[in-house]
C-alpha cells in the first residue's frame, strides 16, 4: 500500500466566517457546538441513557406537553416527518393535506409513498387556511389523519393551529404537525392545542445544525403505532402483537424506537450521540432564557427586521398578519440581479440570505432572524450590508432608513 502524496490531502476543516441570515440553517449557539465536542460514551452507558431521558424531559418543555413519547429522530427534520407519517398511515388511509407552501406538498409526498388516499387543499402561496376552510374539508374526506405544516419557510407564513386540534378531535382525526421552522420562535403548544404528532429539526429557531429531528407523540397516537408493532424473532418479546400492515420502514418504525427510548430500551440504531449532546444543549437554552423569552426575542428581533426592510424601501410578500416572527421574504427590487447581490453580500461581508423556490424562485429574497442570530447586532449588521449591496446594484434606498428604523423598533420594543 502506498501513502497518498502529502500534496493531495486536504488540511483540517476551516470554514469561512459567515453570519447564516437566511431561513435556515442559522449559525448554532456557541454552547451547542462546545456540547457536540464532548467525549462519547457507549450506547448504553447509565450516562447515555440518563442523557436521553433527560432530553426527553427538556423537549416535554419545548414543546408543551406532558407526552411520554418524546423524543429525537436521528436524521435531518425530514426523518421526523417520515417516521411520522410512515408510522401514523396504514395502506389506503385516507389523509388530508392543507397546502399553503413547499412543505406542505413534502407531506403530500410522503403520505403518497405511505400508500395513503391523499387529499389536498391549496391556497395561494403568502395565505393561510381559516379553521373553517380546514374543518369543511375534514368534513368531506372524512381522514384518519390530517398533516399541516406550522411553519412553511418557503412563503414565511405561520399557520394558525389553535382551533385545529378541536376540529381533528371533534371528528375523530389525527392531528400531525411539522413545525420544523417555527418551534422556539412563535408559540407551540402541543397539548393545549390537541396535537397527535409534531415534528422539528434543530437547524432553525432552536438554534443548532440540522441532524436531530425532536418528536413528540400524544397517547393516542402511541397506541396507533403500537397496534402496528411487526414481531421479530429474538428481538420482540413473545406475545408482541404482530401486525399485517407494519410499518414499511425499519429505521423510521416508531414502534421500534419508541422501544428503544423507553424503559426496555430495545436496541434498534445507535442513537446518534453528538447529535444528542446538541438537541439536549439547544433544549437546555432555550429553557434557560425561557420559553417566552426566546419567543418574544424572535418577535422582537423579527420585528425590527420587518420595519428595517420596509423603510428600505423593500415590499414585503405575504400577509404579515400571519407573517412567522423568524423570516421574512422581500420582493428583489426592480432592476437589481438577485443572484448577483446576493452573492455579493456573502463574498463581502459574509452574509447569508435565502433565495426562494417555486413560484417566488428568482422574484423573492428570504431573511431570517433564528435562533443564535434573533439579535440585534445581526438584524442591524444584515440591514447595513443590505443597503450597500442594493445601492451598489443602483437600488434607490434611502441612506440610513433601514437601520435607523430597526434601531427604533427595538428601542421602542
Ligand atoms: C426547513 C424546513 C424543513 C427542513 O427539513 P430538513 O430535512 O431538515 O432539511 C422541513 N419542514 C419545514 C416546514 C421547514 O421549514
Request: with cysteine.
Amino acid at each position: 500500500m502506498t501513502d497518498q502524496p502529502l500534496s493531495t490531502i486536504p488540511g483540517p476543516i476551516d470554514p469561512p466566517r459567515r453570519l447564516l441570515m437566511g431561513p435556515g440553517p442559522v449559525d448554532a449557539y456557541p454552547g451547542v457546538l462546545r456540547a457536540m465536542s464532548a467525549p462519547l460514551v457507549g450506547q448504553y452507558d447509565p450516562f447515555m441513557t440518563a442523557t436521553m431521558t433527560e432530553t426527553q424531559e427538556l423537549y416535554r418543555g419545548v414543546w408543551g406537553t406532558t407526552n411520554d413519547a418524546t423524543l429525537l429522530i436521528d436524521g435531518t427534520s425530514r426523518a421526523g416527518i417520515e417516521a411520522a407519517i410512515l408510522s401514523l398511515i396504514r395502506p389506503g388511509d385516507r389523509v388530508l393535506v392543507p397546502i399553503f407552501g413547499r412543505f406542505g406538498h413534502l407531506l403530500a409526498e410522503i403520505s403518497e409513498r405511505a400508500l395513503a388516499e391523499v387529499h389536498t387543499i391549496e391556497t395561494e402561496w403568502g395565505q393561510v387556511f381559516t379553521p373553517s376552510a380546514i374543518e369543511e374539508a375534514v368534513v368531506r374526506v372524512k381522514p384518519t389523519l390530517l398533516t399541516l405544516v406550522q411553519g412553511d419557510t418557503s412563503t414565511t407564513m405561520l399557520q394558525p393551529l389553535d382551533e385545529i386540534g378541536e376540529i381533528c378531535a371533534r371528528h375523530g382525526v389525527l392531528f400531525y404537525s411539522d413545525a420544523t421552522a417555527s418551534l422556539g420562535g412563535n408559540p407551540f403548544e402541543a397539548d393545549a392545542w390537541g396535537l397527535d404528532a409534531a415534528t422539528a429539526g434543530l437547524q432553525k429557531c432552536l438554534g443548532g445544525p440540522s441532524g436531530s429531528a425532536p418528536i413528540t407523540l400524544s397517547d393516542r397516537a402511541v397506541e396507533v403505532i403500537s397496534s402496528r408493532k411487526k414481531v421479530e424473532a429474538g428481538i420482540r418479546e413473545p406475545g408482541d402483537p404482530s401486525s399485517p400492515d407494519f410499518v414499511r420502514s425499519n429505521y423510521f418504525d416508531l414502534g421500534m424506537i419508541l422501544d428503544y427510548w423507553g424503559p426496555r430500551r430495545l436496541n434498534h440504531h445507535t442513537e446518534a450521540t453528538s447529535m444528542l449532546y446538541a438537541a439536549r444543549e439547544c433544549a437546555r437554552l432555550l429553557l434557560l432564557e425561557g420559553r417566552d423569552a426566546v419567543i418574544a426575542r424572535h418577535r422582537r428581533v423579527g420585528a425590527a427586521m420587518l420595519a428595517g426592510v420596509e423603510a428600505m424601501g423593500l415590499r414585503v410578500f405575504g400577509d404579515v398578519s400571519h407573517k412567522m416572527s423568524n423570516v421574512v421574504a422581500v420582493y428583489i427590487p426592480e432592476g437589481v440581479p438577485g443572484d448577483t447581490a446576493r452573492a455579493a453580500m456573502l463574498e463581502d461581508f459574509g452574509i447569508e440570505i435565502g433565495t426562494s423556490f417555486g413560484p417566488l424562485h428568482g422574484k423573492v429574497w428570504r431573511i431570517g432572524t433564528m435562533g443564535y442570530n434573533a439579535r440585534p447586532d445581526a438584524a442591524l449588521q444584515t440591514l447595513v450590508a443590505l443597503e450597500a449591496v442594493l445601492r451598489r446594484f443602483g437600488a434607490a434606498v434611502p441612506s440610513g432608513a433601514g437601520v435607523d428604523a430597526a434601531s427604533d423598533a427595538l428601542a421602542g420594543s
